[in-house]
């Protein structure tokens, strides 16, 4: 609570408030003044979200939860949606809300009684009383002993929370009253405030002491225990009295613009808020500040939520929310509510640039700048600037270019006495030497004491729109050009121009600035942030997701910020330069950010302010405002099982068996506009946890899960970081179908296990008939080929006979081969006369033999007469060799055999006789063979060859 006393005290005693347009609120003591700003508001009604516009009140749950009541009924509001609430099938209208130990909400109605809300269902509390206006509930407290006090127009009704079957008992002696508040204290002592306007103490269930009353002819209308030990009570003509245990009053505060005070909240010791039929005040250390809120009518209630957001409501204005701005601390806004192009603070004042005309302020008030001397009255001002001389610059759209100077002098550099060659002047910079450079709608210049010069000086800019101007820290001049890229210029010469050509994101370039490394160069165009080096290689920014960029600012402490469409980011340069993952600090309108960036305009860090140029006025950022880090609170908003709810609380759910698809909706409660991410993961499901985008209810739904146990869990994480602010598991039971019955699937798993048995077996006995058949059939083929194969075999040399020679013969023709061989064994009736058939059937069997043997690839050799042999080769040989060769082989080879005899080889290569027939080729090889053997016979008859 320390922390709110700091605040409201800034609150009261600085002399200047920032207005947050729609969403800031301020507090005065008058009227008239203007103060700085420390809070946001927000306005809920039927415009957004809230049904309807009448609020009775607000109570915060310990869940964290916001309930509104009101005669739109009870609703309930998470951060992201409002959820109304029927009970028994109707809205009722109400009046006040409370919550026990246990948990339980009570809710006093308007005409219905009380009820009680356990999170699950509505019962309704009986009240003993037969009067229908005792339906009627104002106000609850609770005494020391837990009990429950209910205020209501026919008297006050004791409840025990542990036993509500019991119903609402009246305490006598208050049956004829009708009550507007109630409040207690620690010591359980309780104040009640009647409608007559009269106070009265209830102590230990019973009636206390009576005829406290308000002095000087006012009536008491509310009251609230504070932690000093005292009641605090509100009347109609806006007077705080302060009334003792022992019942005496004393005034506190008064304001006469107050009327009919409704409702007092402490919300921390020694401060309250006072809600009245006229607005809202606030009482600190005796001090009575009515407050310039939005909201001013028929303020019924207030309370704070669990992140120290504060709600008022109203019964004609809706719901307020009014939290502690976290980011910002917006700083002077002076009623400055135009279009702001740029700002500086000179001479302890600060200067506002605006197209109306240039604006001065000191100490929050506006001033005169006597020196100036309305010079820029209703003149549109572009750019200020600052020179190290301590000059004042000036960039005008009419005037040119004006140099207030430090010592007061005035000196206007414009077209018609110099060599500019316009008025309309743009952005102005300093050069290192102390010289000024400006950029006008038509070219840029050069201002070195009074003298006026163009640059370059070869007027190769003098058509272009210049934006921006910059000296970079390698002492070269950049210029930004409206579709022209940038120009670089050394010693007044144009050196480069870098364009979309080099990888710049557009040739539109708003806005430079000078990085902290050297030969570097930050730049803003209109399509991105970009930076470029020395070399001129340009490398885009694309980890930070800035939308619609508008300027880049830079501070002397190394952090940097984009000013963009969608906020503000704030990060570390030199990281950003060195390509590191950059983490960042989102600033938005909701978060408290200020204004609406101005494009093309002048915003600046000076010390450890950011100054920032807005379409709806000026803001201002505190470097040094340390930022609050606010918890964060799950909850289970729904678990259903296609489509049916079946959460009702707890830690476990219980889907029906079958369930096709199980959907989980949890949330986050929060207020307060804060960056954090949510995790979900499904334990034995989901692989990895997933993140879900910042701020959104991580509503997740699984198929297909089956019977059993599930545990689901949603944690919510500091962005980048891997700190939990809340953690929150609920687990579902999903019921078996008869199917998913572990004790089903064992049974069945027996009866498949002795299926499976019996279709093996049966199987087994089926497959070895198969295999034996194919057994018996494979072997009936083979000897069907082995039968078949020998009716083509000559049994006594193992060559294929005659018949087959006469099948392949056909075949022969289109056979590709070398040469056709005819062999016979010479003297075979010789050697069967004289020495048997035996001899004989060796001699042709060793013919065959040296052919295999003697013949380098394989061939089919065919026995066409008892003496003959056919062969092709279809490999090339030197004939005269191969049947050289042959014949000595066969000689060699007869003689290991114990005999001797010889061979007739004829052979003719088919390339000799080219395409004619295989007969012919058949007799001339006959022909050849005969020759041999011719001579062969005389050999014999000679007595050369021995015979066998």
């Known amino acids: ?264 909240y402490e919300f921390s010791e020694g401060s309250f808020w006072v809600c009245s039929d006229n607005g809202i005040a606030l009482l600190e250390k005796g001090r009575l500040t009515s407050m310039d809120f939005p909201m001013a009518d028929s303020v019924e209630s207030a309370c704070m939520d669990y992140q120290g957001g504060f709600w008022f409501a109203s019964s004609r204005e809706g719901l307020m929310q009014l939290y502690e701005n976290n980011f910002s601390s917006p700083g002077e806004y002076m009623d400055v509510a135009a279009p702001v192009n740029s700002l500086l603070t000179f001479d302890d004042k600060l200067y506002v640039g605006r197209d109306d ?50 010592d007061g002098s005035v000196k206007v550099f414009a077209a018609k006495d110099s060599t500019m060659a316009e008025n309309q002047v743009r952005c102005i910079a300093e050069t290192s030497d102390g010289d000024i450079i400006a950029g006008t709608e038509s070219g840029a210049f050069l201002i070195s004491g009074d003298k006026i010069a163009m640059l370059p000086a070869d007027g190769s800019l003098k058509e272009m729109r210049i934006m921006d101007l910059e000296e970079g820290n390698d002492g070269l001049i950049y210029a930004a050009t409206d579709g022209d890229g940038i120009y670089v210029i050394n010693d007044k010469t144009v050196t480069a121009n870098i364009t979309s050509a080099d990888k710049l994101p557009s040739n539109v370039v708003m806005k430079l600035t000078a990085a902290c490394r050297e030969g570097y160069m930050w730049v803003v165009t209109g399509a991105g942030v970009c930076c470029v080096d020395e070399a001129g290689e340009v490398s885009g920014v694309s980890s930070i997701p800035y939308v619609n960029s508008l300027d880049f600012v830079r501070s002397d402490d190394g952090e940097a910020f984009i ?189 498949a296990v002795v299926l499976g048995i019996l279709i093996y077996t049966l199987f087994a006995g089926y497959r070895e008939k198969r295999i034996a058949r194919k057994y018996q059939i494979r072997y009936l083929q083979e000897k069907n080929e082995e039968i078949s194969h020998l009716a083509y075999k000559d049994l006594t040399t193992g060559a294929f006979n005659r018949n087959l020679f006469q099948e392949d013969r056909k075949k022969m023709e289109d056979e590709d081969f070398y040469a056709f061989v005819s062999l016979s064994v010479n003297h075979t009736e010789y050697i069967k006369n004289k020495c048997g058939m035996e001899c004989l059937d060796k001699a042709v069997t060793t013919a065959v033999k040296v052919i295999e043997s003697y013949t380098r690839e394989r061939v089919s050799i065919y026995r066409v007469s008892e003496n003959t042999f056919y062969y092709l080769l279809t490999e090339p040989v030197n004939t005269e060799e191969y049947v050289a060769g042959l014949k000595e082989l066969y000689r060699k080879t007869i003689i290991d055999c114990g005999g001797e005899t010889t061979l007739s080889v004829g052979i003719v290569c088919r390339s000799s006789i080219a395409p004619e027939s295989i007969d012919e080729l058949i007799g001339r090889c006959e022909e050849v063979r005969h020759l041999d053997e011719k001579h062969a016979e005389k050999d014999f008859v000679e007595g050369r060859v021995r015979m066998l």
């Open 563 to 751: 000013l963009a469409g969608n906020g503000l980011f704030r990060f570390d340069e030199k990281k950003l330069l060195a390509g590191e993952n950059v983490r960042y600090t989102k600033y938005s309108k909701d978060m408290g950010l200020p204004v609406d960036f101005t494009a093309n305009s002048g915003n600046y860090v000076e010390g450890r302010t950011l100054y920032m140029c807005g379409v709806n006025g000026v803001g201002t950022l505190d470097l040094d405002k340390e930022i609050i880090e606010r918890e964060v609170r799950l909850y289970v908003n729904s678990i259903s099982s296609d489509g049916h709810e079946i959460y009702s609380g707890g830690s476990e759910a219980e889907a029906p068996a079958g369930t096709r698809r199980l959907d989980f909706d949890l949330r986050a409660i929060s207020f307060i506009p804060q960056e954090y991410s949510l995790e979900y993961y499904m334990k034995g499901v989901d692989k990895s946890p997933d993140i879900i985008d910042e701020g959104e209810g991580a509503a997740v739904g699984y198929t297909n899960l089956g019977g059993g146990k599930y545990s689901y869990t949603l944690r919510a994480l500091k962005p980048g970081e891997d700190e939990v602010l809340d953690r929150l598991t609920v687990k579902v039971k999903q019921e078996y179908t008869f199917t998913e019955n572990p004790k089903v699937r064992v049974i069945f798993m027996v009866l």
């Open 357 to 406: 005309g240039l604006y001065c302020y000191e100490d929050g008030q506006q001033a005169e700048d006597e020196a100036l001397g309305g010079l820029c009255d209703e003149e549109r001002v572009r750019c200020l600037y600052k020179s190290s001389a301590g000059d004042l610059w000036i960039a005008t759209w009419e005037k040119g270019l004006i140099r207030r100077g430090a």
């Open 1 to 264: 609570m320390r922390r709110y006393r700091l605040l409201i005290a800034v609150l009261l005693i600085l002399p200047v408030f920032a207005g947050l347009c729609t969403d800031t609120a301020s507090a005065a003591t008058d009227r008239a003044l203007e103060y700085k700003c420390d809070y946001v508001k927000k306005v809920y009604n039927s415009d957004n979200g809230l049904e309807g516009t009448a609020a009775n009140c607000v109570f915060s749950s310990r869940e964290g939860f916001l309930w509104i009541g009101g005669y739109m009924g009870l609703v309930r509001y998470d951060g992201s949606d409002f959820k109304h609430y029927r009970i028994e099938e109707h809205t009722v209208s109400v009046i006040d809300i409370t919550q026990d130990e246990e948990g339980n909400l009570w809710i006093g109605t308007n005409g219905d009684g009380i009820y009680i809300y356990d999170g699950e269902k509505f019962r309704s509390c009986h009240i003993n009383s037969d009067n229908p206006l005792s339906l009627v509930t104002s106000r609850f407290a609770f005494d020391i002993d837990g009990r429950l006090l209910a205020g209501t127009k026919a008297g006050i009704f004791i409840i025990d929370p542990q036993n509500p079957k019991a119903g609402a008992q009246p305490i006598e002696g208050t049956e004829e009253e009708s009550f507007r508040d109630m409040a207690s204290l620690d010591s359980g002592v309780c104040l009640a405030v009647a409608k007559s306007g009269e106070a009265m103490f209830i102590r230990k269930g019973r009636l206390g002491k009576r005829g406290i009353f308000a002095p000087e002819e006012d009536v008491l209308r509310c009251c609230d225990g504070s932690a000093d030990g005292s009641f605090y009570a509100g009347t109609e003509q806006g007077r705080l009295l302060k009334i003792s245990k022992s019942g005496k009053v004393s005034d506190v505060a008064y304001d006469a613009t107050l009327t009919d005070i409704n409702r007092i």
